[in-house]
């Protein structure tokens, strides 16, 4: 599996140049949009809109997820003809997600493409089955092209959802990037893991994205270099405000039972979140979520109640400083007003249009697009102009992800430099976590089936480790002549995922064929470097021989 390439670190472009604002903050409310008229629809794209970029110049970018940009000109009415197709990719493409025009987009024509790719290599049962890169394209005569044959940066492991994949660039110069965990927990808090993260990144114009000099973790090994904040569980929107503030929204939990090493999901729902993102923060998944807090973690400036869930899409920054999320389940445009950095009234916007997916701005107002196929899908939201001296607009610069220095509806510590996640973990935890690699396990040999292990076909499992120390699995085969044992470590790989080979082998391939029925106990045992050690077993019974 690819992985981001080994190359020396570059600066960050532009470092901290922010353009001074002139106006003095002032002491009065926020600005509060209102609509100036009803949504006006534009355009009907094929498939769902994922992505939209207004094209300076004039026209708009529409990536469609199932594999396609599509350009809308100066008068927002749809080209003829694809702008890039899927087959452009020389992968197995499984969708098209962000897409980010370069800074200087007017002059080097330059944009990023964040694409899924299925991967062949990995087993049916296997929770990780592709891998998210992103690509550099170039635009000419409004036609964009890939440029090169290989990702810019990729190895960010996909399961086919949770895959994040929203994509920005900062007023510093820098590509900030969502991933998503990919329903794996240990992943968000996992420094080493590209998972459950917002990733910074350096662009040039040539040669791969690298990790910026000044990002948090920078001079730390592997991947911790590219990592900008963690903890995060399914983040689906990215912008700056006028301040240089970075908001983010995400998607709470659905239910989610990892067991008590991970009490955030613990069969919660809902806790939508909108985040303000801060450099080097621990945002908490799954050790919290929605108004929880631990220590070292930072909680959301509005979050949702259990229910009705929003399941936030994209989220923009109005012209009027308020900040505005399209809601999937919610299926509304949700206002949030704010005041340096902090969130003091919110109101829905915008209803009746069915599941919102993207907001984007462009001028004075928002383009929208909402999850249809069968009619109009991009739509123009006029907002009216902003209040003189009201809005984040009179807010001064701050520093890119410092977030700013005001109050906040939750109380939130500040970050630290490492993940909160116990370095020592209690038995209990061991145990599930250990539990839960078992049943993996079990899953993958059942999927897998008897005549393929027969046939010495193996059992292929990618995890994250319970805990920092050894981990073994073993398959115990009881049978008339013995009982057979087979025992494996791990391979971890470069982005410190653990991949356990379990096979059989010619005499546990002859004993399974030798009875009608079997019995295989799958036992996982934990010796953590320090703490409490666990051992956990589990039954598989393969199926019964025929013909």
């Known amino acids: 599996m690819a992985l981001p390439r080994p190359v020396p670190s570059r600066p960050a472009i532009g470092g901290a140049a922010l353009v001074a604002l002139t106006v003095g903050l002032l002491a009065v409310p926020a600005a509060q949009a209102v609509p100036t008229g009803a949504p006006i629809e534009l355009a009907t794209v094929p498939g769902t809109p994922w992505e939209l970029a207004p094209i300076p110049g004039g026209g708009t970018f529409v ?33 098209f997600l962000g897409l980010a025009l370069a800074p200087d987009f007017a002059t080097s024509r330059l944009a990023y493409l964040y694409v899924s790719v299925k991967t062949a290599e990995n087993p049916p049962g296997d929770e990780v089955n592709g891998v998210n890169g992103i690509w550099r394209l170039k635009e000419q005569d409004g036609a964009l092209t890939v440029v090169g044959s290989e990702p810019v ?166 012209a009027d400083g308020s900040i505005y999320s399209p809601f999937l389940a919610g ?46 899908n991009v739509l123009r939201v006029p907002l009216s102009a902003p209040t003189p001296g009201g809005s984040d607009a009179a807010d001064p610069p701050v520093a890119p992800g410092t977030g700013g220095n005001g109050p906040r509806p939750v109380p939130a510590p500040a970050p630290v430099a490492t993940p909160a996640a116990p370095t020592a973990p209690s038995a209990a935890q061991v145990r599930s976590r250990a539990r839960s690699l078992a049943r993996r396990v079990r899953t993958a040999a059942d999927r897998l089936g008897r005549r393929r292990l027969e046939a010495g076909r193996a059992i292929v499992v990618r995890s994250t480790a319970p805990s920092v120390g050894r981990t073994t699995i073993e398959l115990r085969l009881r049978s008339s002549r013995g009982t057979l044992l087979v025992r494996v470590r791990p391979r971890t790989t470069k982005a410190g995922v653990q991949r356990y080979v379990v096979r059989l082998g010619p005499t546990g391939r002859r004993r399974l064929r030798a009875a009608s029925t079997r019995r295989i106990v799958v036992r996982v045992a934990h010796r953590p470097s320090s703490g409490a050690s666990a051992t956990t077993a589990v039954g598989l019974t393969v199926a019964k021989r025929r013909g």
């Open 331 to 376: 299926q509304e445009l949700r206002r949030f007003d704010v005041r340096q950095g902090s969130v003091f009234g919110q109101a829905s916007h915008v209803q009746n249009l069915g599941r919102l997916r993207v907001a984007v701005a462009r001028g004075s107002d928002l383009l929208v697009t909402r999850d249809s196929s069968t009619g109009p």
């Open 153 to 318: 940066f990729d190895g960010i492991d996909s399961d086919g959802n949770h895959d994040g994949g929203r994509m920005v660039f900062g007023p510093d110069g820098a590509l900030y990037v969502t991933t998503g965990d990919i329903h794996m927990p240990a992943r968000p808090q996992d420094l080493n893991s590209l998972n459950g993260k917002i990733l910074r990144l350096s662009a040039p114009a040539s040669g791969p994205l690298t990790a910026p000099t000044d990002n948090p973790f920078s001079t730390q090994a592997g991947n911790a270099r590219y990592v900008w904040s963690s903890g995060h569980r399914h983040p689906q929107g990215l912008a700056f405000d006028a301040a240089g503030r970075l908001w983010e929204t995400e998607h709470g939990p659905t239910g989610e039972q990892h067991g008590d090493a991970f009490p955030g999901g613990d069969g919660k729902q809902g806790r939508d979140e909108l985040n303000v993102i801060t450099k080097g923060g621990n945002y908490g998944w799954p050790l919290v979520s929605g108004t929880e807090t631990r220590p070292g973690t930072i909680a959301p400036v509005a979050v949702a109640g259990d229910s009705p869930a929003w399941a936030p899409g994209d989220v923009a920054v109005g």
């Open 63 to 95: 990536v469609q997820r199932d594999g396609g940009i599509v350009r809308l000109d100066a008068q927002d009415r749809l080209v003829a003809g694809d702008a890039l197709a899927r087959t452009a990719i020389p992968r197995d493409v499984r969708k």
